[in-house]
């Protein structure tokens, strides 16, 4: 079987997302990494140019809610969506928060701290990349960054929006969890736990996760402050142990 092409950029939790499925799902995949703006030139027929893109045959996926439908049914379904209607609907529904309350919100806060430090901004997009995109990246880099900071919409003010609408979901979970229940939805791991688990990747920093990011010694002290208070309430912990567990027995099976 032709392994499908899944194209990434290094720091992408939505790209985390997406690879942690294939992999769970034991998905064939070549992993194409790419810089950010060189991306466009692999993704130019998807008009937004984002990422995660998976190209299996004919089939050209471009959104990470859809790579993870791909992947379950590769797998014959039940693995990261429940069989059961009501339990699938239950997991969709938190998903499709994740994505929206929290995944864009993460993704703007941890650029509202990385983009202060731009040698530590640029290491993290070069990691895993050509040497020739790696070589080019300083020099597109501040192009890249004030294209991040307009597109993304970054401020000093959003960003702190973007943190207030974080707690809340990290409230949100926390009172899911109150009950002592292990996963999100029904008793076992779905697309639910996964979703929330890869996109608090940015704000956990756990050491299981395959996106690029960097060391938390080395970002901003405001950002790795934040990061330690989110990683002590019980969402934090239960993202963290979902990474440790879910992911890291993927990764060593």
Known sequence: ???????????????EKARWALDRCEFPYREEPHAPLFHLLVVRRKSDGAVP?????TKRLSDSTDILKHADAFRGGDV??????????????????????LGLHARRWAYGH????????SEVWSRGISRLQAALVPVVAP?????????????????????????????EVGERLRSGRRFLAGERFT??????????????????????????EAVPPPMREEVLRLRDTPAGKFGLRLFAE????????
């Open 1 to 15: 079987m032709t392994p499908a092409t899944f194209i990434t950029i290094p720091l992408s939790h939505f790209c």
């Open 53 to 57: 893109v998976l190209v299996d045959g």
């Open 80 to 101: 990261l969506y429940p069989l059961d209607p009501t339990l699938r609907s239950e997991v969709e529904a938190l998903e499709d928060r994740f994505d929206t309350g």
């Open 114 to 121: 990385l983009l202060t430090d731009p040698k530590l901004v």
């Open 143 to 171: 192009l890249v960054r004030r294209l991040v900071r307009s597109g993304y919409r970054i401020s000093p003010e959003g960003t702190e929006r973007s943190l207030m609408q974080v707690r809340q979901c990290f409230q």
């Open 191 to 216: 697309a639910g736990d996964l979703t929330f688990a890869a996109l608090a990747a940015p704000l956990l920093f756990p050491p299981e996760c395959r996106a690029a990011h960097p060391a938390l």
């Open 246 to 253: 879910e992911r890291a027995w993927v990764m060593n099976r």
